[in-house]
Every structure is written in structure tokens, then in C-alpha cells.
């Protein structure tokens, strides 16, 4: 079955210090792979996402993840937390191409980030 | 920016009664999905929408829920008759690609 998994719910980080949001998905065919930011009472904002090629990605606020198929890991990091980067991100994967593949969530994981 | 608009942005229904959730999609997207996140739980997969049919549902997407794209523009999920716990923030998402984008949600309270 497909299945994403987040470990930890909740992070703490304080500001100015590196934040790291583990992911791992089961797929026996190539993943396409997302981060999803969601702040309090708002909508799912797409962070980055691999699709193919490079497999450090950069995407905005200053987050990046890398794709390692061989420990079928897609973690998110950023150098230095920022107050504003206190919200909740999800780890979502499509698996295949075929066009109406569904996005798998991870269970998401909360990010604190103390002054 | 095109983007995915979802209408109310929150609604209160008692038990027992229907709800429709609306949404617009990004005009040239093909697929269309409806997600459910339970207050302080994951994000679940309701229902894809493709060429006018559904085209893969969860087990939550019960005989109580149906969709539609009614003019070519609008995408709705219906629950005929809420429960309790159909109380949840209901998220719309169209993808054309690799992406797949998603309105600001409905909070649907069910009292």
C-alpha cells in the first residue's frame, strides 16, 4: 500500500537554528514528491516538490529537500528557523504518472520555533 | 495567479441535514480531488474527479457523499445527511501536472 511517514509530530527549534522534518515513502515505482506548508486556519501551500532530475530541491522560504532512493527519503531542511516558520508541513507523494494518481499525506508534523 | 476558490468558507449545519461544499477549480486542470482534515489529524483522500467521473474514492467517501462538476466550472461534494463527525476542514484540489493545488477550505461544523 502506499503510505507516507512522518516521524515526529511536533519539532521544536529555536529561532536561528537548523530545522529538519523527516519524511520516508514506500513506493516500488519512482514517486513524485511535495512538501505542504499549512499555517493556522488557512489552506495547503505547495513548499517544493521532485518530480525528476536534481534531487536537491529548493523551494521557498528558504526550505530544500533532498530525494534519496535509496533510504526512500525526501526530508525537509532550512539552515536557520524563523518565527514565522512555526506551522504545520506535510509530506504528500503521487506515485506514477498515470493522471488521476491521488496525493498520499503524511501524518504531518507541527513545527514550533522559540525566540 | 490562477488558484482554487472554495465557497462558504465556513459552514454550520445541524446533524442530519444536506451540505454542498463548492469550489472553482483552475480553469485548464483536469483532475479534481476532494480532502478531509479532521481537526488536528491528517489530510485524507475523499474522492478524484477526471473526465467527468469519479476515478478513485476512499472508504470514507460513503454512500452519504457524492460529487459533481455541474457546469464545466464548479466542482461540488455533497454529504446528504451530516453526522457529527463529518465535522472537519473539506479541501478542494485540481492538478493539471505534477501539481496539484488546493482552495483555502471549508470548516464544516456539524451541531
Known amino acids: 500500500a502506499q503510505s507516507v511517514t512522518q516521524l515526529g509530530s511536533h519539532v521544536s527549534v529555536s529561532e536561528g537554528a537548523l530545522v529538519l522534518l523527516r519524511c520516508n515513502y514506500s513506493?516500488?515505482?519512482?514517486?513524485?514528491l511535495f512538501w505542504y506548508v499549512q499555517y493556522p486556519n488557512q489552506g495547503l501551500q505547495l513548499l517544493l516538490k521532485?518530480?525528476?532530475?536534481?534531487?536537491l530541491v529548493k523551494g521557498i522560504n528558504g526550505f530544500e529537500a533532498e530525494f534519496k532512493k535509496s533510504e526512500t527519503s525526501f526530508h525537509l531542511t532550512k539552515p536557520s528557523a524563523h518565527m514565522s516558520d512555526a506551522a504545520e508541513y506535510f509530506c504528500?507523494?503521487?506515485?506514477?504518472?498515470?493522471?488521476?494518481?491521488?496525493?498520499?499525506f503524511g501524518t504531518g508534523t507541527r513545527l514550533l520555533v522559540s525566540p | 495567479e490562477p488558484e482554487v476558490t472554495q465557497t462558504p468558507s465556513h459552514q454550520v449545519t445541524q446533524m442530519g441535514q444536506e451540505v454542498i461544499l463548492r469550489c472553482v477549480p483552475i480553469?485548464?486542470?483536469?483532475?479534481f480531488y476532494w480532502y478531509r482534515q479532521i481537526l488536528g489529524q491528517k489530510v485524507e483522500f475523499l474522492v478524484s474527479?477526471?473526465?467527468?467521473?469519479?476515478?478513485?474514492k476512499s472508504e470514507i467517501f460513503d454512500d452519504q457523499f457524492s460529487v459533481e462538476r455541474p457546469d464545466g466550472s464548479n466542482f461540488t461534494l455533497k454529504i446528504r445527511s451530516t453526522k457529527l463527525e463529518d465535522s472537519a476542514m473539506y479541501f478542494c484540489?485540481?492538478?493539471?501536472?505534477?501539481?496539484?493545488?488546493f482552495g483555502q477550505g471549508t470548516r464544516l461544523t456539524v451541531v
Open positions: 484540489a485540481s492538478r493539471m501536472a505534477t501539481e496539484a493545488f
Open positions: 513506493s516500488s515505482v519512482p514517486p513524485y
Open positions: 521532485y518530480t525528476t532530475g536534481a534531487t
Open positions: 504528500a507523494v503521487i506515485y506514477g504518472n498515470t493522471g488521476f494518481q491521488k496525493l498520499v
Open positions: 480553469s485548464n486542470h483536469l483532475y
Open positions: 474527479f477526471y473526465n467527468n467521473e469519479i476515478s478513485e
